[in-house]
């Protein structure tokens, strides 16, 4: 097996994991705590950049995860389970590198373009189709 497919298939099996457990860690939290702020979503996302910082931490500075691991944890585990994980990461690097008009940049973009990208999906659906 090739190494680019490995890499597909670890990623593959991690982010369906991760996928499943965000459904059932938000599904018992809205259950739980039924409030109108989400909650669930919420709680994966700060999660996901807790568990995303300890797995690349500890594939760095230990031999303890090994990159085949780390792939499945981060891209995979993480990545299924929320990309917010990953948002969270690569600001943390430009900040880490000085890159503070990335950081920003990265941060008003990604908020501000998310919502209207979610605006835009629901405008085209409802008043154009």
Known sequence: MGQSLKSVL????????????????????????????????????ILGCFLIGLFYTLSEKTNFISPDWRLALTT?????????????????????????????????????LGIAAVFGGIFITRYIL
């Not at 389970?81 to 941060?107: A, P, Q």
């Open 10 to 45: 670890i990623v593959f099996a991690g982010s369906g994991l991760g996928g499943v457990a965000r459904y059932g860690m938000q599904a018992w939290i809205f259950k739980t705590y039924p409030f109108t702020f989400p909650l669930g979503t919420f709680v994966v996302n």
């Open 76 to 112: 995979g585990l993480c990545g299924g389970f929320t990309t917010f994980s990953t948002f969270g990461y690569e600001n943390m690097n430009l900040l880490k590198t000085g890159n503070y008009l990335y950081f920003s940049l990265y941060i008003i973009a990604s908020v501000v």
